[in-house]
């Protein structure tokens, strides 16, 4: 019997733990295609992300997992703005080929 109460105070509490914190702002990033941009960053789940992308030369921008699209070209970039709202790792592309950032959110 004290181990079943046990077991049931124990569910208990793990039930009312904390919900995760809310993000407290959004994620602004800024990125180019022509130059070196950091491999991962974080968000969390429900976080607003800003992403700003340049190049000199016409590209499709992606974001896996969330498919927002946009457009950049030389003296006008690319400006996507979504919620980060699942979780997972989520690769920034500059298609065809090249890897911006991978989107890591928890």
Do not use: N, W, Y
């Amino acid at each position: 019997m004290i181990r079943v109460l046990l077991l049931v105070l124990l569910a208990v509490a793990g039930c009312s733990a904390a919900p995760a914190e809310a993000p407290a702002g959004p994620l602004v990033l800024r990125l180019s295609v022509d130059e070196a941009s950091p491999r991962r960053v974080e968000a969390v789940r429900g976080q607003a992300v800003e992403l700003t992308v340049t190049s000199r030369e016409p590209v499709e921008v992606h974001v896996h997992g969330f498919d927002v699209l946009g457009r950049a070209e030389d003296g006008k970039p690319a400006e996507l703005r979504f919620t980060a709202d699942r979780t997972g790792t989520f690769d920034v592309e500059a298609h065809p080929d090249t890897l911006l950032v991978q989107l890591v959110v928890r």
